[in-house]
Every structure is written in C-alpha cells, then in structure tokens.
C-alpha cells in the first residue's frame, strides 16, 4: 500500500551465537560452585571463627567479639611475626625487582639472552622446603662439620660464624628468596620487553642515550603495566612465607623461635604447634589480618603504579 512504511524483521541470531549462549551456563556455572565453595565459604568462615574462642572438633565455637583480636595484637609473637613479615614484603621485593631490573637492561643485548633466563628462572622451580634444607646446609654451624660458608671463612683464616641464629634468620631467608624469585620475575619482565618495537632503542641509538638513560625513558614506561602485575604477585607471595622460614629456623622443634616467625608460622602455630587446646580463634583472627594487609597493600600498590597504558 502507498505510503505505507514496511518495518524491518527482527533479525534472527545466527545459530552458533544461539549454541554458544547455551553453553555458556553449563561452562561457567560449575566454575562458580567451585569458587564459592572453596574460596568464597572458608574466608566467611574464618572470618565468623575470627571472634570466636574454639579448640576445634568436639566442642561448640563460643562468641568472643574481638577477644581474639586483643589477645593476638598483644602478644610479642604476632608483632614479630608481623614485622618479619612486612620486612619479606618490602626488603625481598626491594632486592628483587632491583636484580630484575639489572637483568632486564642486560639481557635484551645479549645473544643467548633466552639461555640465561632459563637459567635464572631454575631455582623457582625447586621447593621452598628443598631451599630451606640447601641454606641449611650451606650456612650449618658445627666445630665438627661445618657449612659450605663457615668453611671458607676458615680456609681464609677467619672463625666461624652462627649465620641461623635467630636475630639472623629473617636476613637469610630474604637473600634466600631474592636468588630463589629473582628469576622468575626476570621472565615475566623479559617477556614485557621482548614487545618493545625494536626502532624505539634504535632511535635511542642515534640520539646517544646510554643504556640507563633507553631503560628510564624506553623500557621502563613501556612495561610499568607489567611492573605493577608482578608487584602484586610478590605481594601475595611474599604475606605467604612459611616453609623456608620453618626448615632454617626450627629444625627438630615443633616451632621456630618466635622471633623468626611470620604471619603464617604464626597461624600455624596456634593452630597445630601449641603442643595443647589448640586457638583456632586465634588463628582466624591472624588470617582475616593477613587478608587485609595482602588488600590494603595491593590497592595501595595498584594506586602507585597507575598510569596511562602506552600503545605500541
């Protein structure tokens, strides 16, 4: 009919987006219950145990309110613990992120650049608890038997000394951890680098920057992204320590000295290490602590590290 508009069919979705709604649900949903069901309850949970007093199976959780929390935050083993811990955080991410960097500006001029990474990234592979065990090993105090360290300070003519005491500790285990990581976060930048067009460094060149000068204006802003990523991730690792903590500081005992401890060790102890009632209270208490140090200091990292993303 004149003067008649004719409105347009409503278009059909093409059958393999319809096959790919369909799936969508069955895909995801198992996923979800998973998520929620190992992750999402238990933090709920410790989160609820936190202010109770509770010895574990047998006996009903009784409210406390923040009876826990005073208890923990006036004990010398949490404040130890919690020191040591941000010391692991701060000091190791320090040291290795500095070595990554080194390796960064080195290894993008060299020939077997790739060799060398996989070299460096072996260590990461090996246990915490096999680490422990080699430091161990090296820095042993023994007049009998001593140490790979101790050893050559004696044929140089010096006494030995007791590298594992105590007050020593949290310093081996973040040289510990810098040789151990360091690798690690070498790949994960080299692979930020290996995307860098290559015409960038090469008018770099001609202008006559040096190397420090190509790495402040050329790689660094180029990868700050993957620098934010990667501080994240020790951030979380880092809050984490216990095993190589455990094996050097405490070897035939229930537990380290508390001086040694971390966040972890801590949690550890009262739950399993009390040698008595056991303080589950107590250790979801030190737990929903340990949460909110790893969400305040990754929300205030993402904030430094914010900036533009550079496109190339």
Request: proline residues 6%.
């Amino acid at each position: 009919m004149a003067g008649t508009r004719l409105l347009p069919a409503a278009s059909t979705p093409a059958p393999h987006l319809v096959r790919k709604r369909r799936l969508f649900w069955p895909f995801v949903l198992p996923t979800i219950v998973l998520y929620v069901l190992f992750l999402i309850g238990p933090a709920i949970v410790t989160v609820a145990l936190s202010f109770t007093r509770w010895s574990g199976a047998g006996e009903a959780p009784e409210f406390t309110g923040l009876t826990q929390y005073q208890e923990m935050f006036g004990s010398d083993s949490f404040r130890y613990a919690f020191g040591n811990t941000l010391m692991y955080i701060v000091a190791g991410g320090v040291g290795t992120f500095l070595f990554a960097f080194l390796f960064a500006m080195v290894l993008r001029e060299m020939k077997a650049g790739k060799t060398i990474r996989a070299i460096l990234f072996f260590p990461n592979i090996v246990a915490p608890v096999a680490l422990g065990m080699f430091f161990g090993f090296v820095f042993k105090y023994s007049p009998s038997k001593q140490g790979l360290a101790n050893f050559l300070l004696q044929a140089l003519g010096l006494p030995a000394a007791k590298f594992l005491r105590p007050e020593n500790i949290v310093w081996i285990v973040i040289g510990a951890l810098i040789w151990a990581s360091a690798g690690f976060y070498i790949t994960i930048l080299m692979a930020a680098v290996d995307r860098i067009p290559r015409y960038l460094y090469e008018d770099a060149d001609l202008c006559g920057a040096s190397a420090g000068q190509k790495f402040r204006h050329i790689t660094l802003p180029m990868i700050w992204d993957v620098v934010g990523i990667a501080g994240v991730l020790w951030t979380i690792g880092a809050v984490k320590i216990f095993e190589m903590v455990f094996v050097l500081a405490g070897p035939g005992t229930y537990a380290p000295p508390n001086q040694t401890w971390t966040l972890a060790v801590y949690v550890y102890d009262r739950s399993f290490g009390t040698q008595g009632t056991p303080e589950y209270g107590v250790a979801c208490a030190c737990a929903v602590t340990m949460i909110t140090l790893v969400t305040v200091l990754v929300l205030a990292l993402r904030r430094v590290m914010r900036g533009e993303r550079l496109e190339y």
